[in-house]
């Protein structure tokens, strides 16, 4: 497989693919739930710098999520076992609703 020529901020795929911000940072925060290579670390002038995905790596994000959805609890299971901010849950589970819409 050829490597990527692109690198996509994680706010960019998010518009890319209508998931919630959020959402993705969750999931990447774990950077096994990506393939290695396709999450990857820009150094920005920023004290953590900002994550960005290859193109493989939308995929892989995409291909994830779309699991989750399948799971028992999905996305709303799926972050409280990544022990994630009750707030954001609340409103990564309203853009899911919309989602359903």
């Known amino acids: 497989m050829a490597c990527s020529r692109f690198i996509y901020t994680l706010k960019e795929v998010a518009g890319m693919i209508g998931e919630n911000l959020e959402l993705i940072e969750e999931v ?29 790596g939308i995929d892989d994000l995409q291909d994830l999520l779309a699991d989750i959805r399948t799971w028992d609890g999905g996305i709303r299971q799926f972050l409280v076992d990544e022990q994630c901010d009750p707030e954001i849950i609340e409103r990564v589970m309203a853009d899911e609703v919309k989602r359903v819409l």
């Open 28 to 56: 990447t925060a774990n950077s096994d739930n990506i393939a290695e290579g396709e999450l990857v670390y820009v150094r920005d002038g920023s004290d953590d710098g900002t994550k960005g995905l290859t193109e493989n």
